[in-house]
């Protein structure tokens, strides 16, 4: 079977190829050319987009954000209501079943180079913005339809941020899942004392 042409390949596509062999071998043994023969393209396809293997790797931290974020607004596409959707957002960001976007090996490896990269580092700094401006954004909504009453929202977009990536390392290392179950409902419950509410939303 013949090599692809370039005009069939989108960054989307490397960069989901890149994911896989990232999983597969870390980032030190990921190379433009693993990606390629992965894809069954030459490596100067990739080169065409990405100059090197480390604009590649800046490139990832966008798309660890980009999709994630897909899966969960697409998720969030089938509540109705402020109070399903508020509820619906905790199930996914303390999901214990593996089906929802969570802090895997990649975000990890990823994280981890930010404390020997200044770029990676701002890059991880720019996604956590994003990540607290999205949940920010979603208490104005649940505000505005008198779900919560917020004074500082930044507050508590950083508090239930930080719960999740907490839940993130726990989802990755505990085996036990009644346990893992527990310490979700405990980090749900948790995040509703920050949103102001003792318990469900009313």
């Not at 999901?95 to 890059?123: H, L």
């Not at 726990?170 to 893992?180: E, H, P, Q």
Request: aromatic fraction near 8%.
């Amino acid at each position: 079977m013949g090599r692809k042409s370039i005009s069939h390949i989108r960054k989307p596509e490397i960069l989901r190829h890149t994911y896989k062999v990232v999983e597969e071998e870390g980032f030190m043994g990921m190379t433009i050319g693993k990606v390629a023969t992965r894809m069954g393209v030459n490596s100067g396809l990739l080169i065409h987009y990405f100059k090197s293997k480390e604009g590649l790797i800046m490139e990832m931290v966008d798309y660890l954000y980009d999709s994630s974020m897909t899966v969960y607004l697409e998720e969030l596409k089938k509540y109705t209501t402020p109070k399903e959707r508020l509820e619906g957002l905790l199930d996914m960001v303390f999901d214990t079943s593996g089906t929802m976007p969570q802090r895997d090996a990649v975000f990890w490896s990823c994280y981890a180079m930010g404390f020997r990269n200044e770029e990676i580092k701002g890059k991880r700094k720019d996604l956590m913005k994003r990540f607290i401006e999205f949940g920010m954004a979603e208490m104005e909504a649940w505000e505005e339809n008198g779900l919560v009453k917020i004074a500082d929202k930044e507050r508590a977009a950083e508090t239930i941020l930080a719960l999740s990536e907490g839940f993130g390392i726990l989802r990755n290392s505990v085996d036990d899942m009644a346990t893992l179950k527990e310490i979700s409902l405990f980090m749900k419950k948790t995040a509703l004392r920050a949103l102001g509410l003792d318990d469900t939303p009313s």
